[in-house]
């Protein structure tokens, strides 16, 4: 048997789960959901983690209203109860993929932390996008001071134009 040294090179680690309609699909030459086999890819994930002192939190970025929702809210870790908090992500997904919309309304859970936080995002690839428009680039720059803005233009529109 080998000794491995694990080095903790963050402090927080957010899950950003997918749950939209696209994630029903079927893995090609398998028979499971895209959604099952993310909660299953995570699930076995989380099971290697060590407990070494982290925050962690899961959430899924891609509801309706395009906030994300709370599974397990920013705490300690404790690989059982993570477990459990995967095991009530939904079964089959639902609605579009806001993904920007998600990621922009972590903004809260991310400005209570301290330390170095990591963001993995389990996700199937795919995403809806959200206009850009000269409304959301002032926004972005007035109220965030152009911090944390992640700005897409709509290539279509741009190639179109």
Do not use: H
């Not at 994930?45 to 070494?52: F, G, H, K, Q, Y």
């Not at 599974?71 to 079964?91: C, E, H, S």
């Not at 400005?111 to 959200?130: I, W």
């Not at 992640?150 to 290539?155: E, G, S, Y």
Request: aromatic fraction near 8%.
């Amino acid at each position: 048997m080998t000794e491995t040294d694990l080095i903790k090179t963050a402090d927080n680690f957010i899950i950003l789960f997918d749950a939209s309609s696209s994630a029903n699909e079927m893995v090609p030459g398998k028979r499971i959901s895209r959604i099952q086999a993310t909660k299953d890819l995570l699930k076995e994930r989380v099971a290697l983690l060590p407990d070494l002192g982290y925050m962690a939190g899961l959430y899924i970025y891609t509801t309706p209203s395009g906030k994300y929702q709370e599974v397990y809210g920013m705490q300690a870790f404790k690989p059982d109860a993570f477990a459990a908090a995967i095991d009530q992500l939904p079964a089959e997904g639902k609605g579009p993929t806001m993904m920007q919309k998600g990621l922009s309304s972590l903004r809260s859970v991310v400005a209570g932390l301290s330390g170095k936080t990591v963001v993995f995002m389990f996700t199937d690839g795919t995403y809806n996008r959200v206009p850009w428009n000269q409304d959301t680039t002032e926004d972005c720059l007035e109220n965030r001071q152009g911090q944390g803005c992640l700005l897409l233009p709509d290539q279509q529109r741009r190639r179109a134009g």
